[in-house]
T-cell receptor, first 117, second 110 residues
Framework: SAVISQKPSRDICQRGTSLTIQCQVD?????MFWYRQQPGQSLTLIAT?????????ESGFVIDKFPISRPNLTFSTLTVSNMSPEDSSIYLCSVCSVASSGRYEQYFGPGTRLTVT | ELKVEQNPLFLSMQEGKNYTIYCNYS?????LYWYRQDPGKSLESLFV?????AVKQEGRLMASLDTKARLSTLHITAAVHDLSATYFCAVETSGSRLTFGEGTQLTVNP
């Protein structure tokens, strides 16, 4: 299984500013994903980040608002730009990795809790 | 557009009782996940169901998948307080993208 870390674990930001969230994996993975969990809600996929190509965004999410970098096979960043209170959420990265069973599974990082005031 | 629906959304149980959480989805998929989330925490993977008729059990939890009915169930046997959490099902589609259900908030009362 993959071990995923995220920085920062939480932050409080002022509206209009931007925050970059880092995701680090302990092994090389092809696909990384960024999800958002709004307060009391389920998870929604923001984008898929593959190394060496542009991120693929889901409907309702755009690159100008959520630029993503994927410089190598173990690291990715998500920036939340020009923040508003509606961006207050938990942001989670996830990866596909091979489990002890031999099959691949999807694992989630600990999340970044963002509050925008 | 894929829709994933869980029910119930809220479940309050007494310890020792049995109950089932249902997860219905609207399009074909061969891979379904169940996750647990404790308050303020990330997601913990419980089960990955890969094929029709798959059944997996871990402790007091058992998950099954019927791909023809597009239905998965998470059965809780003899619930204990430690099982209190929110449970999500998630359906995998092309590109390993996950679509999540709304979540079932389970409270097990002594």
């Amino acid at each position: 299984s993959a071990v995923i870390s995220q920085k920062p674990s939480r932050d409080i930001c002022q509206r209009g500013t931007s925050l970059t969230i880092q995701c680090q994996v302990d092994s090389q993975v092809t696909m990384m994903f960024w999800y958002r969990q709004q307060p009391g809600q389920s998870l929604t996929l923001i984008a898929t980040a593959n190394q060496g190509s542009e991120a693929t965004y889901e409907s309702g999410f755009v690159i100008d608002k959520f630029p993503i970098s994927r410089p190598n096979l173990t690291f990715s960043t998500l920036t939340v730009s020009n923040m508003s209170p509606e961006d207050s959420s938990i942001y989670l990265c996830s990866v596909c990795s091979v489990a002890s069973s031999g099959r691949y599974e999807q694992y989630f990082g600990p999340g970044t809790r963002l509050t925008v005031t | 557009e894929l829709k994933v629906e869980q029910n119930p959304l809220f479940l309050s149980m007494q310890e020792g009782k049995n109950y089932t959480i249902y997860c219905n989805y609207s399009t074909t998929s061969d891979r379904l996940y169940w996750y647990r989330q404790d308050p303020g925490k990330s997601l913990e993977s419980l089960f990955v169901l890969l094929s029709n008729g798959a059944v997996k059990q871990e402790g007091r939890l058992m998950a099954s998948l019927d791909t023809k009915a597009r239905l998965s169930t998470l059965h809780i046997t003899a619930a204990v307080h430690d099982l209190s959490a929110t449970y999500f099902c998630a359906v995998e589609t092309s590109g390993s993208r996950l679509t999540f259900g709304e979540g079932t908030q389970l409270t097990v009362n002594p």
